[in-house]
T-cell receptor
Framework: AQSVSQHNHHVILSEAASLELGCNYS??????LFWYVQYPGQHLQLLLK??????LVKGIKGFEAEFIKSKFSFNLRKPSVQWSDTAEYFC??????????FGTGTRLTIIP | NAGVTQTPKFRVLKTGQSMTLLCAQD?????MYWYRQDPGMGLRLIHY???????AKGEVPDGYNVSRLKKQNFLLGLESAAPSQTSVYFC?????????????????FGEGSRLTVL
């Protein structure tokens, strides 16, 4: 069975700091990978996705993620965070035509 | 664009009461899902459906039932609510991954239904 690990449960950064949130997965075959964001009081929204091709994926609001197959990782990055990035971030894995599995999430707090 | 709509958005129940959450999507998606979100546990899949008339169990199906009589609707039922079912419930829908152009399996979520069981 597949699994997703997000080791950072809560990250606190100052505005303009660089961000990297870790995501590791366990699955032996071809996968689709996603990062979702949940702003306070809102539903989950897709931040970016990896389906195939270029392992460096760019998403909305200046976020990017790199798929490293050899490390089973799909870390999320942003060079300079803003207060409005305060949210919970979920990494998710979906093997082809199977169910989506979420990590437990990382709460990001940005201090102005 | 409505997308995925959940009703009700808030509900308070007493232990032992029953209720049904309704999810409706207008994107003609084959797949629909019900998740629950609890602090520190992320989203856990309760039940899902791969098409009209079909349902399947997810990670945490106990205490819940579902039905998908129409392609656009997916109902989640609690027959006898328990305090452990206090949670935020999210419905989602998606195309079958890879089936359509751009069909990467991305899930589209509703705004959530907050359920409190006293």
């Amino acid at each position: 069975a597949q699994s997703v690990s997000q080791h950072n449960h809560h990250v606190i950064l100052s505005e303009a700091a660089s961000l990297e949130l870790g995501c590791n997965y366990s699955y032996g075959g071809t996968v689709n990978l996603f990062w979702y964001v949940q702003y306070p009081g809102q539903h989950l929204q897709l931040l970016l996705k990896y389906f195939s091709g270029d392992p460096l994926v760019k998403g909305i609001k200046g976020f990017e993620a790199e798929f490293i197959k050899s490390k089973f990782s799909f870390n999320l990055r942003k060079p300079s965070v803003q207060w409005s990035d305060t949210a919970e971030y979920f990494c998710a894995l979906r093997p082809r035509n199977e169910k989506l599995t979420f990590g437990t999430g990382t709460r990001l707090t940005i201090i102005p | 664009n409505a997308g995925v709509t959940q009703t009700p958005k808030f509900r308070v129940l007493k232990t032992g009461q029953s209720m049904t959450l309704l999810c409706a999507q207008d994107m003609n998606h084959e797949y629909m899902y019900w998740y629950r979100q609890d602090p520190g546990m992320g989203l856990r899949l309760i039940h899902y459906s791969v098409g009209e008339g079909t349902t399947a169990k997810g990670e945490v199906p106990d205490g819940y039932n579902v039905s998908r009589l129409k392609k656009q609707n997916f109902l989640l039922g609690l027959e006898s609510a328990a305090p452990s079912q206090t949670s935020v419930y999210f419905c989602a829908s998606s195309y079958l991954a890879g089936k359509l152009a751009g069909g990467t399996g991305e899930l589209f979520f509703g705004e959530g239904s907050r359920l409190t069981v006293l």
